[in-house]
């Protein structure tokens, strides 16, 4: 391994650009071509790559810093002993080197008054499908030469596709979400004249290129960017793309945070991933209303929930081998869409633990023995219903359902249990589980789960459940995270039990351990209380004698 200094490579025409962000710490590993930090102009952000694999022995600079071409930003004990990329002597730009940021434009070409003038992709380097992150003008906008158009990104650096023409803008043609490449027509404006070189004789010009390429070839992250950075104005909206570094970008939009309405805490006032995170803590605690959601949200307050996310990817599946198209079953349509307002409303946190069922195992099975000629098979399901019941009635907030600012507390006990069918998953209801017993509780599941199975259930037999259960455990697994039945605040999943080695202090004994999983409505429920529900239900799983005391 040998010790090199990564330097700041080749970044056009800037002279001196701030280090805004550090990607890495000493200690880290890292990738060939990682990003290393962040600079920033007062045009353009770009993240610097690392031009060898290793490791972060030191970084030598630090946020706020100024660089240029040549400066040492990282020491690294190279995993290819630093021969990989050409040597970096100290005064040469390592090779992965991004491109110039903001090439100045070339040449503006003015819009005839005659007609209408074609936009297209300049040449952006070695990026290929960068992906429209960001409209900035809409049809009918007066347009100035050099005025951005539209924001595109990529891994490594994101850039605004500025107009090479003054006009009026005609159409777009492109959306947020598309994928451009070089030469692609994205505009076409009309009207004044305006710049310095003449207008082009023909109605479709060539592209006017505005971001010169690289004068050499770039290696990697050929990152031309001229992201005008506008200033944030904190707690509204701001105009154009707000301040942060593409990879905070990126995650932004993974989370479907929208950028424009975080204040951000940064060297000055840009959004780091950490503004990201706790913007999306306080959306998920009901503490911070996104603008989007407040515009979808009824009058009166309402329930409106809207994260802004992409566009679902399209995907041509076929370019890649055969497939076969089958619509979604309509159970599966209808359980898909509840499936994915419960998992993103909820804040949910889902607790596991084990219950020690060894003796009620063999009380189940030796009880089906005494039944075995034409009685009601017992199953472990009605005994959890049993022991949930308990449960519940201990932590009533885990049988209740939040109304705006208030909880109704439920004094009636439906269970739900999730069962398996043909055409997707149904929760069927135990009605009045605090009622039955065991052995009727068995009968009406197996009733229950065979008229699902037939496609039979009636609304009736799947409405009313006040907390539900979702048993894996015929089928294997060890925990998951099952997804609340809104508007129920918890739900129980359980797994295949095993045999494990339990220490009691003194020796190991063989018990047959339940895997539970709890997973509850951290608005409604407390941590502890998901701790005391689960620790409570294993010991009456482990001594049903418990529910008389
Ligand atoms: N550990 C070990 N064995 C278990 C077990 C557990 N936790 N639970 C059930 N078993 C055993 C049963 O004893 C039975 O064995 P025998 O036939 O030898 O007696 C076998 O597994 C099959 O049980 P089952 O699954 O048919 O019956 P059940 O009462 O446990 O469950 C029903 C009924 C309807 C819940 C189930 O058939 C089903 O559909 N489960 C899937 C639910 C589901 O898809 N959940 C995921 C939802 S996603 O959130």
Same mark, same amino acid.
């Given at each position: 391994m040998a010790l090199i200094q990564i330097q700041v490579p080749d970044i056009g025409d800037f002279d001196e650009v701030g280090v805004i962000e550090l990607l890495v710490k000493p200690g880290d590993t890292v990738a060939l071509?990682?990003?290393?930090?962040?600079?920033?102009?007062?045009?353009?952000?770009?993240?610097?790559?690392?031009?060898?694999?290793?490791? !972060?022995?030191?970084?030598?600079?630090?946020?706020?810093?100024? /660089?240029?071409?040549?400066? &040492?930003? =990282?020491?690294?004990?190279a995993a290819d002993g630093g021969?990989?990329?050409a040597p970096a002597p100290a005064a040469a730009p390592t090779a992965a080197a991004p491109a110039p940021v903001a090439a100045p434009a070339a040449a503006p070409v003015a819009a005839a008054a005659a007609g209408p003038i074609n936009?297209? !992709?300049?040449?952006?380097?070695?990026?290929?499908?960068?992906? /429209?992150?960001?409209?900035? &003008?809409? =049809?009918?906008?007066a347009i100035k030469v050099e005025q951005s158009l539209f924001t595109v990104e990529s891994d490594k650096a994101s850039m605004e596709i500025p107009s090479p023409v003054a006009g009026t803008l005609k159409e777009l043609k492109i959306k947020v979400g598309d994928k451009v490449n070089i030469g692609d027509l994205v505009a076409v404006i009309e009207g004044a004249a305006a710049g310095a070189a003449p207008a082009p004789a023909s109605a479709a010009p060539s592209p006017a290129p505005v971001a010169a390429p690289a004068s050499a070839p770039a290696p990697v992250a050929a990152a031309a960017t001229a992201i005008a950075m506008p200033a944030h104005q904190p707690g509204s909206p701001t105009p154009g793309l707000p301040h942060a570094s593409p990879s905070v970008r990126k995650f932004a939009r993974e989370l479907g945070v929208p950028l424009a309405e975080l204040k951000g805490t940064g060297l000055k006032g840009r959004i780091t991933a950490e503004d990201v995170q706790a913007f999306t803590r306080s959306v998920m605690a009901g503490a911070v209303q996104t603008q989007a959601?407040?515009?979808?949200?009824p009058a009166g307050g309402g329930s409106g929930v809207g994260l802004d996310l992409l566009p679902w990817p399209k995907v041509d599946f076929a370019k890649f081998g055969p497939i076969e198209r089958k619509e979604l079953s309509r159970i599966k349509k209808i359980s898909g869409a509840n499936l994915l307002r419960n998992a993103i409303v909820i804040p949910a946190v889902t607790n596991h633990d084990d219950a020690d069922i060894t003796d009620l195992e063999a009380f189940r099975v030796s009880t089906n023995k005494e039944n075995e000629k034409g009685g009601v098979k017992v199953t472990m399901l009605a005994f959890l219903i049993k022991a949930c019941v308990a449960a519940l009635k201990k932590f009533p907030e885990f049988n209740s359902s939040l109304d705006g600012d208030a909880l109704i507390y439920k004094q009636y006990y439906h269970i739900g249990f999730a069962?398996?069918?043909?055409?997707?998953?149904?929760?069927?209801?135990?009605?009045?589980?605090?009622?039955?017993?065991?052995?009727?509780?068995?009968?009406?599941?197996?009733?229950?789960?065979?008229?699902?199975?037939?496609?039979?259930?009636?609304?009736a037999d799947m409405s009313g459940a006040t907390f539900t259960i979702s048993s894996l455990g015929g089928i294997g697994g060890?925990?998951?995270?099952?997804?609340?039945?809104?508007?129920?605040?918890?739900?129980?999943?359980?797994?295949?039990?095993?045999?494990?080695?339990?220490w009691d202090g003194k020796a190991f004994h063989p018990r047959l351990m339940l895997p539970l999983s709890l997973t509850w409505d951290h608005r409604v429920i407390d941590g502890a209380a998901a701790a005391r529900f689960n620790v409570y239900l294993g010991q009456i799983l482990a001594d049903f004698r418990r529910v008389l005391l």
């Open positions: 071509e990682q990003s290393l930090i962040t600079v920033e102009s007062d045009k353009a952000s770009m993240e610097i790559p690392s031009s060898h694999a290793g490791v !972060v022995k030191a970084l030598t600079v630090k946020v706020g810093d100024k /660089v240029k071409q040549g400066s &040492v930003i =990282v020491e690294l004990e021969a990989a990329a936009v297209h !992709v300049p040449d952006i380097g070695d990026f290929k499908d960068v992906a /429209v992150i960001e409209l900035l &003008v809409q =049809v009918g906008d959601q407040a515009a979808r949200a069962a398996d069918t043909p055409n997707g998953l149904v929760v069927p209801v135990i009605k009045d589980a605090d009622k039955k017993g065991v052995l009727q509780i068995s009968q009406e599941m197996g009733d229950l789960a065979k008229k699902a199975r037939d496609g039979k259930l009636g609304p060890r925990y998951f995270t099952p997804i609340i039945n809104a508007p129920e605040v918890a739900i129980l999943g359980v797994c295949r039990s095993t045999m494990e080695p339990v």
